[in-house]
């Protein structure tokens, strides 16, 4: 299966879809479907930067039984964290009540060694860990009993029934060569952040050829950007606004990430995201901050209006 040449372009919400009312919860989903966006993104996080968090599975059911139709895009889940049978068990059964409406991205944290220690994980060995885990998902997606001895993992006759069907696409997250090569070999696309134009398009086509030399015919099915972006009529505004949250979520200066963000106004923002829609990219979402929720859902459709329209 080829990546899609349809553009797709969603939001990613965290804190707001976990509210305990579940009609502001169905007018937030509901006001997306509305706008024409294709997709919620939801993060996951055990105790990031002092504590601050949100289970990704929760969120994504929590989203899928509230809407009927909206896809979900879990970017990215900290599969390396928990046990693959566990998270093969999760799959399966939101398969069920939402057959077809999510994709898997995966990543392998460290951004906070502390949330990576206090989960029983060296650090040090996450990439391997991952390597594993996503072996693990794969197979055990097949509903065929697995056995397995490996350096983290031991599964005697493991069996997931009934198996998720159609199988959840998990892509990967992360960057450089090791992103490339974790793809080719066990994902089925790219989640790229935090990377200019010019390089999403490099890994994009790095990782075009490692499909072709590992014979996976078709190449991905998924290739995908998340960035953040501030959404407003005052461009100086949105940008300021911007860079105070991220500098508050991230514990850097917001000059660290002025270059691979945008902000400003659906025109101003969807000339920054076409730029990587040139380089490739096909599934896009945005990390919206806006004065409120949904202003930065409505800025966010009009957004995807514009960036398809410039793609046709």
């Known amino acids: 299966m080829q990546v899609t040449t349809d553009i797709e372009l969603g939001i990613a919400i965290n804190d707001e879809l976990l509210t305990p009312d579940p009609g502001e919860r169905r007018a937030l989903l509901d006001h997306m479907g509305e706008v024409g966006l294709d997709h919620l993104t939801v993060g ?15 969120a994504a059911s929590t989203a899928l039984a509230t809407h009927d139709s909206l896809k979900v895009l879990m970017g990215v889940y900290l599969a390396g964290l928990r046990h693959p049978m566990a998270t093969a068990r999760q799959l399966a059964t939101l398969s069920q009540i939402a057959p077809g409406r999510l994709t898997l991205g995966v990543g392998v944290a460290g951004e906070d060694r502390t949330e990576v220690a206090n989960m029983g994980v060296d650090p040090s060995s996450r990439g391997r860990r991952m390597d594993e885990t996503l072996g693990l998902l794969r197979r055990l997606a097949t509903g065929e009993a697995v056995d397995h001895e490996g ?6 006759k493991g069996l997931i029934l009934p198996p998720p069907e159609p199988r959840v696409p998990i892509v990967i997250g992360g960057g450089g060569e090791v992103a490339v090569r974790r ?8 989640l790229g952040m935090w990377c200019s134009a010019r390089r999403y398009g490099a890994t994009h086509q790095q990782i075009l050829e ?3 030399e590992k014979g996976r015919t078709g190449g991905p ?3 995908g950007f998340n960035v953040w972006v501030g959404l407003g009529s005052d461009a100086a505004k949105a940008r300021q606004d911007l860079g105070e949250r991220m500098s508050a979520l991230y514990n850097l200066p917001a000059e660290k990430f002025q270059h691979i963000t945008a902000a400003g106004g659906p025109e101003e923002v969807a000339e920054f995201l076409d ?9 896009i979402t945005i990390i919206p901050v806006a004065d409120t929720i949904h202003e930065a859902i409505e800025l966010s459709g009009e957004v995807r209006r514009r960036l398809v329209a410039a793609d046709r």
């Open 44 to 58: 996951d996080h055990i105790s990031f930067h002092g504590g601050v968090g949100f289970d990704g599975f929760v």
């Open 151 to 156: 350096e983290f993992f031991t599964l005697e």
């Open 183 to 190: 793809t080719a070999e066990l994902g089925d696309g790219w």
């Open 210 to 212: 490692a499909f072709e």
């Open 221 to 223: 099915s998924f290739a």
């Open 275 to 283: 730029t990587y829609v040139q380089a490739g990219a096909r599934t």
